[in-house]
């Protein structure tokens, strides 16, 4: 065993679905042990001759599946995503042995309401909430005690990637609501679902859905503006540090190049 195999599996992708030319999913066969809580994070790499490149991926999988699902978006001048792009299933990726990560389902607060919001792949770590809790609810270990409320944005319907299942999801259980909102409908002509940007319908849907800084635990996911505005709508309405968690996926060019 080298010392890479010492610190990473290389894990088999067993599946690859292609939501859009720049989002997609895969699925990977760790080939060992992998434990990992809802909302946590794994980080994959690819080794070259001339180095390794590592990035940091939500997992949206539940732990009680036997393989680790991801979902991507290509970044083209990104160091890490045209590699990943180019891997099919059969093909291996390397991932770090242990996960990583605090963005997870809060069950210790006193607070059942979660308020989630996300961004395209920042929906990854809410599929895991929910995937997990389903199969306990099946199961008849979670009764619903836990209500989770999920605001999902994305430029044209097509990159949601998970929005079948997670209407499946919302139909089927009362604690599971979800809206999937786009912020280019010119471009999606079929389009009737909500319109807007998500942070533009964060008020609208708290209001709604009588979630504030008194009751619930907000969560945001993805794009660092959406992040940025949506702490700010969320802090208008009472929420502290406290109760509001965030996973940002990357730093705006701008400030990474002044830091
Ligand atoms: C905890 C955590 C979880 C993450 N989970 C996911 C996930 O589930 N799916 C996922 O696709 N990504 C996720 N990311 C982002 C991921 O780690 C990489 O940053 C991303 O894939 C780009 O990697 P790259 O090497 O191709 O680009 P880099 O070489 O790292 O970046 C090149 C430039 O692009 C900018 N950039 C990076 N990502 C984006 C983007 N999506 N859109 C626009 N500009 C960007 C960077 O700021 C930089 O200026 C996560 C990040 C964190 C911190």
Redesign the pocket.
Known sequence: MDALDDKFYRAKIVQRNDFASDLWMIRIDPGGPFSFKPGQ?ATLGVQTPEKR?E????I?SSPLESEIE??????P??????K?YALKPGDEVLMRKSS??L?TLDQKSGRTNHFLVST???V??FVSYVRTLYRAWKEGTFKGEHKLFLLNGASRSWEFGYTDELCKFAAEVPWFKYVPTVSRPWDDEKWTGEMGRVDDVMRKYSDLWGLDGTNSVAYLCG?PDMIENGKSILKRIGFTKQHLKE???????KE?ASS
């Open positions: 994070y490149s990035r940091a991926y939500s949206v991801f979902f991507f978006e290509l970044v001048q990104g160091e890490l995503t045209p990943l990583k990560g963005f395209v792949t920042g990854a770590p794009h996973e940002i996926y990357w730093i705006p060019a990474a």
